[in-house]
C-alpha cells in the first residue's frame, strides 16, 4: 500500500491486525495514519490531530480507496468493541481512564475518524452522499479501531457526540460488542455545556453540524434550532442524545445505561460493572483501589488541576444558583416538546442497580 505522500514503509501482513499505524482523520480522497504505541494510546487523552501523542513525528497519508479495498480483500475482519457513549462533559473522560489498564485492555479516547463518520450521518446539509460509501468507511473504521496487542484484550472506543446518532449501525458490526451509555439529567448537563462562552460556543457548533440528526429524532422534527436560545439548543441537544438512547436500549441487549451521578458517588460499583460488561480480567479489589485513588482526585482532561467529587459538587451548586434562569427555561422547553414523559429517565437497563431507599 503506497501513496505519494506516504512516509516509511507499512507492513501489509499486520497493517489490518496491528494497533501500532493509527487511522486519524480522513480527508477528501485519503486517509492519514500516525505511528502509535501501547504507551502512546494510553498517554493520549484524545486521539484528534491537536491532542493525540504519537510514537513519531511523521505518518502516512493514504488513498481512502486503496485502503477500503486492500481492507475488503483481506476479509474485512470486526473484532468486538466497547463503547462508550456519552452526552459529554457527564465523567466520560474519567470512566474512560479508570478502565485504561496496561496490557489488560487498550483505550481509545474519542477517535477523529469516529467522529467524522457520525457527525456525516446526522448532518445538517442533507442525506448522506453515499450511503454505501459511508458504511464501507465505517466498516473499515470499526476493523481498524478493533485491532488489539494480544488476542484477548479488550478494547474500549470512548466516542464523542456526534457518535451518538449512530449507536445503532455501530453495535450491528459485531454481536460480541458492548456499550455503556453515559448520560445525565438536565440539572446537571446543562451547567456543564454553559459554563463558560466557549462551552456554549460549543453547544451551538455541535447542534448545528448536527442538525439532521437531531431532525430525524422522535418528536423533533419541527424544531427550528436557529430561533432557540442557549439554554433551549443546549435542551435540544440533550433531549435528542437521550431519546437516541432510550432507543438504542431497547434495540440491543449489550448496552447499558449509566446516570453520570452514579459514577461520581458509587465509583467502585460502577468500575465493577464497567470491567465485567467490558471483559477486562481485573479484580474487585483492583476496581476499589482505582476509585479511592489519584485518578478520581484529579481533573481527568486536566490532570495537573486536582478535582475531586466534593469540588465537582461544590462547583456544579454555584453554577445552578447562578444558572437557576436558564435551567428553568430549559426544563419548560423540554415539557413542551415532551409532554409529561420526564425524557424518559432514569433510563433503562442500568449498568448498575439504583440504592435502595
Same mark, same amino acid.
Given at each position: 500500500?503506497? /501513496?505519494? =505522500?506516504?512516509?516509511?514503509?507499512? !507492513? ?15 480527508? /477528501? ?9 501501547? !504507551? ?12 493525540? &501523542? ?46 485504561? *489498564?496496561?496490557?489488560?485492555?487498550? &483505550? ?10 457520525? @457527525?456525516?450521518?446526522?448532518? =445538517? ?20 479501531? =478493533?485491532?488489539?496487542?494480544? $488476542? ?24 460480541? $460488542? ?13 451547567? @456543564? ?9 460549543? &453547544? ?18 419541527? &424544531? ?10 443546549? @435542551? ?28 461520581? /458517588? ?5 468500575? =465493577?460493572?464497567?470491567?465485567?460488561? $467490558? ?30 467529587? !466534593? ?11 447562578? *444558572? ?18 420526564? @425524557? ?14
Amino acid at each position: 500500500m503506497t /501513496s505519494p =505522500g506516504a512516509v516509511g514503509q507499512i !507492513d501489509h501482513r499486520t497493517f489490518f491486525a496491528q494497533p501500532d499505524v493509527f487511522p486519524l482523520e480522513f480527508g /477528501s480522497r485519503h486517509l492519514d495514519f500516525v505511528p502509535m504505541t501501547a !504507551d502512546t494510546y494510553r498517554r493520549s487523552i484524545f486521539t484528534d490531530r491537536g491532542r493525540i &501523542v504519537t510514537a513519531a513525528r511523521t505518518g502516512w497519508r493514504l488513498d481512502t480507496a486503496e485502503v477500503l479495498a486492500e481492507f475488503e480483500r483481506s476479509g474485512g475482519r470486526q473484532n468486538p468493541v466497547s463503547y462508550i457513549f456519552h452526552v459529554a462533559h457527564c465523567g466520560s473522560t474519567l470512566l474512560a481512564r479508570a478502565l485504561d *489498564m496496561p496490557q489488560r485492555s487498550l &483505550v481509545i479516547r474519542e477517535p477523529s475518524v469516529l467522529r467524522q463518520l457520525g @457527525a456525516a450521518a446526522a448532518t =445538517g446539509r442533507g442525506d448522506r452522499p453515499d450511503r454505501a460509501f459511508w458504511h464501507r468507511c465505517l466498516r473499515l473504521t470499526t476493523g481498524l479501531l =478493533g485491532r488489539r496487542y494480544a $488476542s484477548g484484550q479488550p478494547v474500549i472506543v470512548k466516542a464523542n457526540v456526534p457518535v451518538n446518532f449512530i449507536i445503532e449501525e455501530l453495535m450491528a458490526l459485531h454481536d460480541g $460488542s458492548t456499550g455503556i451509555l453515559l448520560y445525565a439529567g438536565i440539572d446537571d448537563y446543562l451547567p @456543564a455545556v454553559l459554563k463558560t462562552p466557549r462551552h456554549r460556543r460549543w &453547544v451551538r457548533n455541535v447542534t448545528g453540524d448536527l442538525a439532521g440528526g437531531i431532525g430525524a429524532t422522535a418528536g423533533l422534527g419541527d &424544531v427550528q434550532l436557529d430561533r432557540l436560545s442557549d439554554a433551549q439548543a443546549a @435542551a435540544c441537544l440533550w433531549l435528542a442524545q437521550i431519546r437516541r438512547f432510550e432507543h438504542a436500549l431497547g434495540q440491543r441487549e449489550s448496552l447499558r445505561s449509566l446516570d453520570c451521578i452514579d459514577l461520581f /458517588s458509587r465509583p467502585e460499583a460502577v468500575l =465493577g460493572a464497567a470491567l465485567e460488561l $467490558s471483559g477486562i480480567p481485573v479484580e474487585q479489589e483492583r476496581a476499589a483501589d482505582i476509585a479511592s485513588g489519584e485518578l478520581f482526585s484529579r481533573h481527568a482532561k486536566d490532570p495537573g488541576r486536582p478535582y475531586d467529587r !466534593d469540588a465537582r459538587l461544590k462547583e456544579m451548586q454555584a453554577l445552578s444558583v447562578e *444558572m437557576a434562569e436558564e435551567i428553568g427555561e430549559a426544563r419548560a422547553w423540554i415539557e413542551t416538546i415532551d409532554a409529561g414523559r420526564g @425524557a424518559g429517565l432514569p433510563l433503562p437497563r442500568p449498568l448498575v442497580e439504583p440504592r435502595a431507599l
